[in-house]
């Protein structure tokens, strides 16, 4: 069983930053790859970053220059620093846990508002 916590949401500013964390229990041995996702009410769900095992990453476009996806050596938590945050980037922020694109275990989601 394979739980992610996710920390480090809240309220805050346009301009500001948050740092928020996902931090993974249980049986992850055969994950390569780790992402932030989120979504607005009413809205689908969209990628924010990726990180695979070999470190590579990927962002979306709307968040490039502004979000860092990075990982700890053990591989277990992954965090997304997120700079210049606009009303826009207002959402529940999950990370996901899976192999390749396939993502498999989910948080439950902390929430990120950001006042204009």
């Known amino acids: 069983q394979v739980q992610l916590v996710e920390s480090g949401g809240g309220l805050v500013q346009a301009g500001g930053s948050l740092r928020l964390s996902c931090a993974a229990s249980?049986?992850?041995?055969?994950?390569?790859?780790m992402g932030w996702y989120r979504q607005v009410p009413g809205k689908q769900r969209e990628l924010v970053a990726h990180?695979?095992?070999?470190?590579?990453?990927n962002y979306a476009d709307s968040v490039k220059g502004r979000f860092t996806i990075s990982r700890d050596n053990a591989k277990t938590t992954v965090y997304l620093q997120m700079n210049s945050l606009k009303a826009e980037d207002s959402a529940v922020y999950s990370c996901?846990?899976?192999?390749?694109?396939?993502?498999?275990?989910w948080g439950k989601g902390t929430l990120v508002t950001v006042s204009s």
């Open positions: 990180i695979t095992s070999g470190g590579s990453t």
């Open positions: 996901a846990m899976g192999v390749d694109i396939a993502m498999i275990y």
């Open positions: 249980g049986s992850i041995f055969s994950i390569n790859t």
